[in-house]
């Protein structure tokens, strides 16, 4: 956020926030959820208002989803690569398999209807969270009550990584979102269908399923147990009916997600097998640096969820060992704790690989944030149930504001953005090659030109003038202008920073 406009909008969403508490005390459950996807609309909206692509991954996804746009069933990051390039090296080669497909269609959809600009390529985020604040709700309520579900999706709603995530700032942006809320879309579904027993749900299950190994590949598959689980809390046991559905629902996901892997390994064979390979090395090697100790995860629930979330996830653990069996606590624990432990066994580690556990969180916490509330005057220590109700809400929003960054005064429209567009709407279509630029991943997605960062010997520029390029190069990164001169290149000027 810019100062002071963030600032004022930081403001603005904590009263509406305070208007949606004060309407469900009054029982305007309707308009107390409105208010909360309304105003986590707009926190995003905002957050997504910078006018450049993000560093860290985003940039990726933005070039490979605009490439798309031409030809949705062949990635590219390089779509017209000049030089040798390693299909090994997912920064700089052609064929870019590096991801699964989901999170890049929406964005190259998105695009083809509104532009190919950063609102465009963030608004399937954008709305995929929103929409997570309802699904949120609406999962809670099938296990607690109003007041449970309604702090479960405030929780969901304020939340600063998905905020963060939404817009596109932080690492593993996009995909993480995506998938979050394809797990719990399938999560709904399969709630509704145990309870109403009605197969379009089932299929939808199955199809939001598949949509996430589209676009996370395998931990979709958590989805599955807690189907069953959801049968068992709606007291479907009959054994023909459970393996029926069961069938159906498998078939579903594989008719979904299983074409795109065949495809990709017989049309890009060399990519496709090394990604898998890549993958694999998750558990085994931590990747680009991104290691941490074994309780990593549960220090980044801490951090991600606020530190009286493992109290909660505690008191869930307690629950369950105190009381008769029962599914719905099984629900959660197993869409919690197995991510957690299975992720923290892989070498590389990094926060967005838990975020699909966040709406499970949120609902327990919210559990048990009711249950310390509607207990307050049989405690003996009543003031230490008061502190841990304030901290429950007050350290999440701490660290909301801290991610939102109010104060900040940094620049969301930068030069080097401007420079970039205005040199791509005048090279339109034009057989061209940028050299010198700092971000050629960026310089890409902004023009139609290919891109490098560094600049080749005049041989090989004068042999590509010769194959009828027109070459660009940026002066601001220090050049010999009597070797590179106007008179034979365009010296162009885009800024560094």
Not at 252 to 269: C, D, G, R
Not at 278 to 307: C, M, W
Not at 428 to 438: A, H, M, Q, R, W
């Amino acid at each position: 956020m810019n100062f002071p406009a963030g600032l004022i909008i930081l403001i603005l969403c904590a009263i509406a926030y305070w208007f949606s508490w004060r309407s469900l005390a009054q029982q305007k459950k309707t308009l107390a959820l409105f208010l909360l996807v309304f105003i986590g609309l707009i926190l995003r909206l905002y957050l997504s208002s910078d006018f450049y692509l993000h560093a860290w991954d985003e940039r990726y996804h933005a070039l490979v989803a605009k490439n798309m746009m031409n030809h949705p069933l062949i990635p590219t990051l390089y779509e017209n690569p000049i030089f040798p390039f390693s299909y090994q090296d997912w920064s700089g080669n052609h064929i870019w398999v590096h991801k699964q497909p989901m999170p890049l269609w929406t964005m190259s959809i998105s695009m083809l209807l509104f532009g190919v600009n950063e609102i465009a390529l963030r608004l399937p985020s954008i709305l995929m969270s929103t929409m997570g604040i309802v699904i949120t709700y609406r999962i809670a309520k099938h296990f607690f009550n109003s007041r449970t579900a309604f702090v479960a999706a405030f929780l969901f709603s304020s939340n600063g990584l998905i905020i963060e995530l939404t817009s596109g700032r932080v690492a593993t942006d996009h995909i993480d979102i995506t998938f979050m809320f394809f797990i719990q879309a399938a999560v709904l579904m399969a709630l509704e269908f145990a309870k109403h027993k009605r197969v379009v749900f089932n299929i939808l299950c199955g199809v939001f399923i598949g949509f996430a190994i589209l676009t996370k590949w395998l931990p979709a598959l958590i989805v599955v147990p807690l189907w069953g689980l959801a049968l068992m809390h709606y007291k479907l046991y009959k054994p023909k009916f459970v393996l029926a559905h069961l069938l159906l629902l498998l078939s579903v996901v594989a008719i979904v997600a299983l074409p795109w892997q065949i495809y990709i390994h017989e049309m890009f064979p060399q990519e496709a097998i090394w990604e898998a390979e890549f993958n694999r090395k998750h558990f085994t090697e931590a990747l680009d640096g991104q290691s941490g100790p074994f309780y990593y995860y549960f220090d980044k629930v801490r951090l991600i969820f606020g530190e009286v979330t493992l109290l909660a996830l505690l008191f869930l653990l307690v629950v369950m060992s105190k009381k008769r069996w029962r599914p719905k606590y099984s629900i959660f624990a197993l869409w919690i704790f197995v991510p957690i432990f299975v992720f923290s066994l892989a070498a590389t580690k990094m926060q967005g690989y838990i975020l699909f556990i966040a709406p499970a969180v949120f609902i327990v916490g919210a559990f048990y944030w009711n249950f310390l509330r509607t207990r307050m005057h049989v405690h003996r220590y009543r003031w230490g149930s008061v502190l841990i109700l304030v901290l429950f809400i007050g350290l999440p929003i701490r660290y909301s504001i801290e991610r939102l960054k109010p104060f900040d005064r940094s620049e969301r429209n930068p030069l080097w953005v401007i420079q970039l567009k205005k040199l791509g709407e005048k090279t339109k279509d034009e057989k061209g090659i940028l050299f010198n630029v700092s971000r050629p991943i960026e310089a890409m997605f902004y023009t139609d030109l290919v891109a490098y960062e560094r600049l080749p010997k005049v041989e090989i520029l004068d042999s590509l003038v010769g194959q009828g390029y027109t070459i660009f190069i940026n002066k601001n990164g220090g050049i010999d202008k009597g070797v590179y001169s106007e008179e034979k290149y365009e010296l162009v000027s885009i800024a560094e920073n």
